[in-house]
């Protein structure tokens, strides 16, 4: 769907994006992610067609970004970290002018806007002018001039920026539904955010990607083992015993005890097994009801720092 094929720019002497390569599939929701002064605003911007590279090719479905600019573009919804919003419009007056400006063919229009309006959930603000929407209701008419002209392609630039909690769920719903039918680029500085949504993130730092791959690969990939967690009830000394048997289990500690007959244990596994299914049998089989249990793996926050704060090169 998206070919980014040795990406190179230059402003000057300074070189922005170095030889950055990689793809984004058909119906993938993909984090697109990096420090500020990385290269990702640049990247972005010639991947939609704003800036021209020194050197490198960007394919959007088959259609070269440069050689192709109109069919090209024609497969991408953009939404800026500022969404292009004419505050004194009413909603559906500013659809109705991304359609003229996208050239959507008059017959589609009213069912296209119907569908879009919708699926974003502004159908019920359409006549209110776009000033006097919450901060919430505006990214969703981002969101809306985005899908205008149903592009194969959604890059989205921050767009839960200075929501609310509630917005944000509500936002992140409905990039889910939108990778149903469409390939989205997100990106974003709430990595908890891209970590719960993003099927692969790409993560770029002084213009070249230090790191590439699904999240739990990522994890993975930056622990020598893993590591869980577990507050259970039951005999600890039986317990501790029958789970350091378990294939794959490198090590069992016991971090705490409560008055309850309950305990807490930490345990390391190593890279390659999966143990949740052995170690609930091992639970099950003796009667140690489980109260919790969690993965200690790197989060892609920590990832994040650990190749953005280094100069090493992973992943590519």
């Given at each position: 769907?998206?070919?980014?094929?040795?990406?190179?720019?230059?402003?000057?002497?300074?070189?922005?994006?170095?030889?950055?390569?990689?793809?984004?599939?058909?119906?993938?929701?993909?984090?697109?992610?990096?420090?500020?002064?990385?290269?990702?605003?640049?990247?972005m911007n010639i991947l939609t067609g704003y800036l021209s590279a020194t050197s490198g090719t960007v394919k959007i479905n088959g259609f070269d970004i440069l050689e192709s600019?109109?069919?090209?573009?024609?497969?991408?919804?953009?939404?800026?970290?500022?969404?292009?919003l004419y505050m004194d419009m009413t909603v559906i007056e500013y659809l109705k002018f991304i359609c003229e400006l996208k050239k959507v063919p008059k017959k589609d229009r009213i069912r296209q806007l119907a569908e879009i309006m919708r699926l974003v959930r502004i159908a019920d603000v359409s006549g209110r002018l776009i000033h006097n929407l919450s901060k919430g209701y505006k990214q969703r008419v981002g969101i809306a001039q985005a899908l205008v002209g149903n592009p194969e392609v959604l890059v989205l630039d921050e767009p839960t920026v200075g929501l609310d909690p509630k917005q944000i769920i509500e936002i992140r719903n409905l990039i889910r539904t939108l990778s149903e039918k469409h390939t989205?680029?997100?990106?974003?500085?709430?990595?908890?955010e891209v970590q719960a949504v993003c099927d692969r993130v790409v993560i770029i730092?002084?213009?070249?990607?230090?790191?590439i791959d699904s999240p739990k690969a990522l994890?993975?990939?930056?622990?020598?083992?893993?590591?869980?967690?577990?507050i259970f009830e039951g005999a600890i000394k039986d317990a501790v015993s029958k789970l350091r048997n378990v294939p794959g289990v490198i090590s069992v500690d016991q971090v705490a005890d409560d008055k309850d007959n309950l305990h807490q244990i930490e345990i390391t596994v190593d890279?390659?097994?999966d143990i949740r299914k052995n170690l609930f049998y091992t639970m099950s089989t003796n009667s140690w009801p489980i109260l919790e249990f969690r993965s200690m793996d790197p989060t892609l926050e920590e990832i994040f720092l650990r190749v953005t704060q280094n100069d090493v090169s992973k992943g590519r």
């Open positions: 769907m998206i070919e980014i094929s040795n990406l190179v720019k230059y402003y000057g002497n300074k070189k922005a994006v170095d030889h950055v390569t990689f793809t984004v599939n058909k119906g993938e929701i993909l984090g697109f992610l990096g420090p500020n002064g990385a290269g990702k605003t640049t990247t600019p109109e069919e090209a573009k024609k497969q991408i919804g953009y939404l800026p970290e500022l969404p292009p989205v680029i997100l990106s974003s500085h709430i990595l908890p730092n002084k213009g070249k990607i230090v790191a994890s993975h990939q930056f622990a020598n083992s893993s590591k869980y967690t577990m890279g390659k097994s």
